[in-house]
C-alpha cells in the first residue's frame, strides 16, 4: 500500500488536472493529508476521492503542487527523470539543434514534462536552472542523467533570484560538475559567433528563444539604417549586418556590460559597420526623435516589464510609449521588429497596444509576422502558460 501523501482539490476545481494542467495552486486545494515535506511525492485526489494525477509539493509556493504523471503507480524516480530527459534531447536532435559548436534549449519546464527545470546548451557547457524547489531538490538525480547522456565539459547551475523567492529556494548559483565556464564561453548561430557570460550574464547568457527571429528579421534591413534598442550582447545587431545586409547598425543598451560584450562580439567577426551605445532606452529614443533622426528599421527587444496580470496596464502604457518613440524615428516604409517576454501581456494585448500607437502616431502599422520563441522552446497545449515571448515584424507606413 501506497504512504504518499494525499492532496485534495475543492469542488469544482478538478478540471484543469484532469486536463493535465500541470500546476495546482494553493487556491484550489481543499486539504493535505500526512503532512508532506517540501519536495515529497504526493497524489493529487478529486474531492469524490479519484486518483486524478502524481506529482511534488512544495508548501513554500503558490504553486503547492506540480504534475508530472497522469499513470497511477508511476513512481517519480530516476527511470522517470530519465525517460523525460531522453525525450526532450530526441527533440532538439530532430530540429537539428545539436550543433557542438551552437547552442540550445535543451528542457523547457512544463514543455517537456519537467516542470520546473530549464537545461540549456552553450557548446559544450550545460546550464541547468531550477525554476522549482521541488527540482532543486532533484538536481542530485537529474544532471548525473544529463552527464550521462551528453557528457558535457562541465554543469553550472544557475538560479534567478526573483524565482528562488516565490519557491522558498535557498539554492545559489554554483559549478555543479566538471569544468567551470569561463567568463566569456564562444557559440556559433547562423554562422555568427558570440561570446556568452554564463555566470554574469542576463538569463542563463544568451536570448536563446529568439534564435529563429533574429534571421527573420535580417530579411527585411538589406540596404537599411538600424537601430536595436535593448541590445544585450548585440544578437540582433549582428545578424541584422551579417545575414541581413544592413547598411548601418546601431545597438543601444543600459548595461554597461551587455555593451561590452556587443563590442566584442562585433569585433570577433569582423563586423565594422556596427557599433554599440550605453543608455536608457526611452531617454535616448526620445532624444533622437527630437534630433529629426530616421532608420530603415528599429528592433526593440526589452527585458521583461511585469510578471503578473496585476501589472499589465502599466506595462502596456511602457510598451506603448517605447514602440510609440520608434515608429515616430522610422521612416516611410520602415521596419519595426518589436517583442515582449512579458508572459501576462497577450498577443492580443501586444496587438491593441500596436493599434493604439498607430492610432497616436497617424502611421498605418502592418504586421507582417507574428512569431514567438524558438521550436526547442515548444508549448504544451495544456501549459499555454508557457507561450510568453511575442515577436511581432510590422512596416510602418
Given at each position: 500500500?501506497s504512504?504518499?501523501a494525499?492532496?485534495?482539490v475543492?469542488?469544482?476545481?478538478a478540471?484543469p488536472?484532469?486536463?493535465?494542467h500541470?500546476?495546482?495552486?494553493?487556491?484550489?486545494i481543499a486539504?493535505?493529508?500526512?503532512s508532506?515535506d517540501?519536495g515529497?511525492e504526493?497524489?493529487?485526489?478529486?474531492?469524490?476521492?479519484?486518483?486524478?494525477?502524481?506529482?511534488l509539493?512544495?508548501s513554500?509556493s503558490?504553486?503547492r503542487?506540480?504534475?508530472?504523471?497522469?499513470?497511477a503507480?508511476q513512481?517519480?524516480d530516476?527511470?522517470?527523470?530519465?525517460?523525460r530527459l531522453?525525450a526532450?534531447?530526441?527533440?532538439?536532435?530532430?530540429?537539428a539543434?545539436?550543433d557542438?559548436?551552437?547552442?540550445?534549449r535543451?528542457?523547457?519546464?512544463?514543455?517537456?514534462?519537467?516542470?520546473g527545470?530549464?537545461?540549456?546548451?552553450?557548446?559544450?557547457?550545460?546550464?541547468?536552472?531550477?525554476t522549482?524547489l521541488?527540482m532543486?531538490k532533484r538536481?542530485?538525480?537529474?544532471?548525473p542523467?544529463?552527464v550521462?547522456?551528453?557528457?558535457p565539459?562541465?554543469?553550472?547551475?544557475r538560479?534567478?533570484p526573483?524565482t528562488a523567492k516565490l519557491?522558498?529556494m535557498e539554492?545559489?548559483?554554483?559549478?555543479?560538475?566538471?569544468?567551470p565556464?569561463?567568463?566569456?564561453?564562444?557559440?556559433?548561430?547562423h554562422?555568427?559567433?558570440?561570446?556568452?557570460?554564463?555566470?554574469g550574464g542576463?538569463?542563463?547568457g544568451?536570448?536563446?528563444?529568439?534564435?529563429?527571429?533574429?534571421r527573420?528579421a535580417?530579411?527585411?534591413?538589406r540596404g537599411?539604417r538600424?537601430?536595436d534598442v535593448?541590445?544585450?550582447s548585440?544578437?540582433?545587431?549582428l545578424?541584422?549586418?551579417v545575414?541581413?545586409?544592413?547598411?548601418?547598425?546601431?545597438?543601444?543598451?543600459a548595461?554597461k556590460?551587455a555593451?561590452?560584450?556587443a563590442?566584442?562580439n562585433?569585433?570577433?567577426?569582423?563586423?565594422?559597420n556596427v557599433r554599440?551605445?550605453?543608455?536608457?532606452?526611452?531617454r535616448?529614443?526620445?532624444?533622437?526623435?527630437?534630433?529629426?533622426e530616421?532608420?530603415?528599421?528599429?528592433?526593440?527587444?526589452p527585458?521583461k516589464f511585469?510578471?503578473?496580470r496585476?501589472?499589465?496596464?502599466?506595462?502596456?502604457?511602457a510598451?506603448?510609449?517605447?514602440?510609440?518613440l520608434?515608429?515616430?524615428l522610422?521612416e516611410?516604409?520602415?521596419?519595426l521588429v518589436?517583442?515582449?517576454c512579458?508572459?501576462?501581456?497577450?498577443?492580443?494585448?501586444f496587438a491593441?497596444?500596436?493599434f493604439?500607437v498607430?492610432?497616436?502616431s497617424?502611421?498605418?502599422i502592418?504586421?507582417l509576422?507574428q512569431?514567438?520563441a524558438?521550436p526547442d522552446?515548444?508549448?504544451?497545449?495544456?501549459?499555454?502558460?508557457?507561450?510568453?515571448?511575442k515577436c511581432f515584424?510590422?512596416?510602418?507606413?
Amino acid at each position: 500500500m501506497s504512504t504518499t501523501a494525499n492532496v485534495v482539490v475543492k469542488p469544482h476545481k478538478a478540471g484543469p488536472f484532469f486536463g493535465r494542467h500541470p500546476w495546482v495552486l494553493d487556491t484550489a486545494i481543499a486539504r493535505v493529508q500526512c503532512s508532506p515535506d517540501d519536495g515529497a511525492e504526493v497524489e493529487l485526489l478529486s474531492d469524490k476521492g479519484q486518483w486524478i494525477a502524481r506529482g511534488l509539493f512544495n508548501s513554500r509556493s503558490r504553486i503547492r503542487v506540480r504534475l508530472y504523471s497522469w499513470t497511477a503507480g508511476q513512481a517519480l524516480d530516476v527511470a522517470f527523470w530519465s525517460t523525460r530527459l531522453q525525450a526532450a534531447l530526441d527533440l532538439r536532435r530532430q530540429l537539428a539543434y545539436d550543433d557542438p559548436d551552437g547552442a540550445a534549449r535543451l528542457v523547457f519546464s512544463e514543455s517537456d514534462g519537467l516542470s520546473g527545470l530549464v537545461v540549456d546548451r552553450f557548446a559544450g557547457h550545460l546550464v541547468v536552472q531550477p525554476t522549482a524547489l521541488v527540482m532543486a531538490k532533484r538536481l542530485d538525480e537529474i544532471v548525473p542523467i544529463l552527464v550521462d547522456m551528453l557528457r558535457p565539459t562541465g554543469v553550472t547551475v544557475r538560479t534567478e533570484p526573483a524565482t528562488a523567492k516565490l519557491e522558498g529556494m535557498e539554492l545559489e548559483s554554483r559549478q555543479f560538475c566538471g569544468k567551470p565556464p569561463e567568463d566569456v564561453e564562444f557559440i556559433t548561430e547562423h554562422g555568427i559567433r558570440y561570446g556568452v557570460q554564463m555566470l554574469g550574464g542576463q538569463k542563463t547568457g544568451f536570448y536563446l528563444d529568439q534564435r529563429e527571429n533574429r534571421r527573420s528579421a535580417a530579411h527585411y534591413v538589406r540596404g537599411r539604417r538600424v537601430l536595436d534598442v535593448c541590445c544585450y550582447s548585440g544578437a540582433f545587431s549582428l545578424a541584422a549586418s551579417v545575414l541581413g545586409g544592413a547598411k548601418e547598425v546601431i545597438g543601444l543598451d543600459a548595461s554597461k556590460s551587455a555593451v561590452a560584450l556587443a563590442q566584442a562580439n562585433a569585433q570577433l567577426n569582423g563586423v565594422t559597420n556596427v557599433r554599440f551605445e550605453t543608455g536608457d532606452c526611452f531617454r535616448s529614443l526620445q532624444e533622437r526623435v527630437e534630433r529629426g533622426e530616421r532608420f530603415g528599421a528599429v528592433v526593440l527587444d526589452p527585458p521583461k516589464f511585469v510578471r503578473g496580470r496585476r501589472g499589465v496596464a502599466e506595462a502596456l502604457r511602457a510598451y506603448h510609449r517605447l514602440n510609440h518613440l520608434a515608429v515616430d524615428l522610422l521612416e516611410p516604409g520602415g521596419i519595426l521588429v518589436t517583442c515582449s517576454c512579458s508572459g501576462s501581456v497577450t498577443r492580443e494585448d501586444f496587438a491593441s497596444m500596436l493599434f493604439g500607437v498607430a492610432v497616436k502616431s497617424r502611421r498605418e502599422i502592418q504586421i507582417l509576422e507574428q512569431r514567438s520563441a524558438a521550436p526547442d522552446h515548444p508549448v504544451s497545449v495544456t501549459c499555454p502558460e508557457n507561450q510568453y515571448l511575442k515577436c511581432f515584424i510590422c512596416r510602418v507606413v
